[in-house]
């Protein structure tokens, strides 16, 4: 018998369409491998901020709820503002120096509130302004590498292992970061412990400045001299809210977030002040109970292959909007208190670690490369104005209700999302759909920057 050599490629690579040997997996893939990297040490310094910041304003300056709640307004208010604008931005150019400008800013924003409160200068003002400016820079950074990764991950197979990555990474630090966070912020104080966030940021760019795929420049549309920004919008508004898939979960989207950090605002206020919890407490609670994030993240590629993935994003959803019921229901001493706060956020995160999966997968999937910016602005958009209102509304009616009774009425309102989640026809879906052609950009003549 004789043997060829033109067969079948190694099985670490493949060849992909332009001929050329693509990795089987994306362990292979050296760039996405160092982007991974730096998120993952960038999402571990965010878990201190996360904490720090409300901290400091309720343990320095004896913030008030509705204080607690506008700032987490504010962190999440740009998202309104400025996604779908910064969305047609990121569709216009390269995505990479955009992330790069914004991890840098960042990195400035958050270290100078320890340098602020050394020199005595930090005032919850200045708190507040500093959050919201980072807010602006984080917009600009999950609208550009949401658009980047498939960049770097350019078959469209490999969707769901790089969003199981980097939801295995997300949800590594929402376990080892809330602990961690809490002991750093009770031994240095919650100003001070902000400064490894912004170490965190710096690795974060520098290994951005590592990776070498080349990413070409968007072309302009071939029907138009010019670019417009009205016209782009609108192009990017139409398509996702025009799609049977995309329409559907933009449309949840805004009542998850407005429910997780209505609820996350409230529980902090009770947890500190009703229940006694200290802030190494707390952070103990969502360490243990983001385990659920972890381990629906790494079980996610596999439930995607082994279920229907409409009954796979019904019983996640579900598993989210449900689980915030146990914490106002909780009663009894301290360690009972303790086990029903750590069930409840399990149970969410482990429904949220296998949906995020599924829903990122699917908007990728459903996206050409064209509209990937816009169609991740319009998604943060829908979701970061959810968050923002439920944090907002979570101080206000913690204030006039108290952390508890408010507690329960968000939480109520969460479990009611429970039927437009089954009529959804995502809830149908057999399998992950394929990328579909770039749509023809129509006329606007009035579409004018």
């Not at 991974?36 to 201190?48: D, I």
């Not at 109970?289 to 972890?294: H, K, T």
């Not at 064209?370 to 206000?396: D, E, W």
């Not at 026809?425 to 052609?437: E, H, I």
Request: with cysteine; charged share 10%; glycine share 10%.
């Amino acid at each position: 018998m004789t043997s060829t050599v033109t067969a079948v490629p190694a099985a670490e690579e493949r060849r992909g369409p332009d001929g050329a040997s693509r990795p089987a997996s994306l362990w292979g893939n050296r760039d996405f491998l160092k982007f991974w990297s730096g998120e993952t040490l960038s999402l571990f310094g965010t878990q201190v901020t996360t904490l720090a910041i409300p901290l400091t304003a309720v343990l320095v300056f004896k913030a008030t709820p509705a204080q607690v709640g506008l700032l987490r307004f504010l962190q999440l208010v740009p998202y309104l503002g400025l996604a779908m604008v910064f969305g047609v931005w990121v569709d216009r150019g390269r995505r990479k120096p955009v992330m790069m400008l914004a991890n840098g800013a960042r990195m400035v924003l958050i270290a100078s509130i320890p340098v602020l409160s050394a020199t005595h200068r930090l005032t919850l003002g200045l708190l507040l302004g500093i959050a919201c400016a980072v807010g602006v820079f984080s917009v600009l950074f999950d609208v550009s590498w949401m658009a980047f990764v498939p960049t770097l991950v350019k078959e469209p197979e490999h969707y769901v292992e790089a969003n199981q990555k980097l939801g295995v990474t997300s949800s590594s630090a929402d376990v080892a970061g809330p602990g961690v966070a809490g002991a750093v912020i009770s031994a240095l104080s919650a100003p001070t412990a902000l400064a490894l966030d912004g170490v965190s940021y710096l690795i974060s760019l520098l290994t951005l400045l590592w990776i070498r795929t080349p990413e070409p420049r968007p072309a302009a549309p071939a029907q138009q001299a010019e670019r417009h920004l009205t016209a782009e919008l609108r192009q990017g508004l139409r398509f996702v809210f025009g799609d049977r898939i995309l329409r559907p979960l933009a449309l949840i989207a805004p009542f998850c977030n407005f429910s997780m950090v209505g609820v996350w605002t409230m529980f902090l206020l009770y947890a500190t002040r009703g229940a006694g919890l200290s802030p190494a407490q707390v952070g103990i609670v969502f360490a243990a109970s983001s385990v659920g994030g972890l381990i629906g993240a790494a079980l996610s590629r596999r439930l995607i292959a082994r279920f229907r993935l409409g009954a796979l994003y019904a019983v996640s959803m579900i598993a989210v909007f449900v689980a915030p019921l146990l914490i106002p229901l909780a009663s009894g001493p301290r360690p009972v208190l303790l086990t029903a706060f750590i069930a409840s956020f399990f149970l969410a995160y482990l429904g949220l670690g296998v949906a995020n999966v599924v829903v990122i997968s699917l908007r990728q999937a459903s996206t050409p490369q064209p509209l990937m910016g816009r169609m991740n602005a319009a998604f943060r958009t829908v979701l970061f104005g959810g968050g923002a209102l439920g944090g907002l509304a979570g101080g206000l009616i913690a204030g006039a209700m108290g952390p508890r009774a408010g507690l329960a009425a968000v939480a109520t309102g969460s479990a009611l999302m429970v039927l437009p989640v089954l009529l959804s026809p995502v809830t149908r879906l057999p399998a992950m759909p394929g990328m579909p052609a770039m749509p023809a950009m129509p006329a606007d003549p009035e579409g004018r920057e």
